[in-house]
């Protein structure tokens, strides 16, 4: 006579210790990401950002006294981007993927390297943040600095004659293939 394990906590343990293991395999992304992860000059780059799972964890999208949600810095080749949010003290500890973010807009850059540090006020602080002497506003660094690469196409130069041979033969024996499939379809669909 076979034995089962019918006992529910058995049961139970072994889901739990199923999804743990699940669960434990998954990484947390980053805190913060753009968006196209390779930009290209003419691209519109968004800014993600995560919601509940990074300390602090945020709630977003919120907005300060004037009503601003948020603001983007430009020094030269360096970012300072401000978010209004307010932060919970519990995150949700397991790793969800995709995670959920915030985007906001950061627009079309030209051709460059990049760097951008996200940094969280409250929602009574402005923006801009001013600098006052003795500091009176204090703005948290969320994440890490974020390096980026906006790049141009490339040209594909069709003035050559190498290139422009190339262009005429891909046309060429493009058109023969269509005819000859057209050709063979017409001779079957005629036997039919």
Known sequence: MKKYITNPFYILAF??????????AQTFEPPVIIDPPNPMVGDTIRVGLFTTFYPPCLI????????DTHLFEFNNNQIDFYVVALTTPLCNPFPVSPAPREFYELGQL???????????????TPLP?????????????????????????KV?????????????SSFFFLTLFLLKRQSS???????L
């Open 110 to 124: 030209p051709e460059g390297n990049y760097s951008m540090q996200t940094y969280g006020i409250g929602p009574f």
């Open 185 to 191: 379809n017409e001779l079957l669909w005629g036997k």
């Open 129 to 153: 943040v001013p600098i006052t002497d003795p500091p009176t506003y204090f703005p948290y660094t969320y994440g890490g600095l974020l390096t980026f690469a906006v790049t141009a196409p």
């Open 15 to 24: 889901v739990f210790a199923c999804s743990t293991g699940q669960l434990s």
């Open 156 to 168: 594909v130069d069709s003035s050559s004659k190498t290139s422009l041979f190339i262009l005429i």
């Open 60 to 67: 977003l999208p919120w907005q300060n006294q004037q009503g």
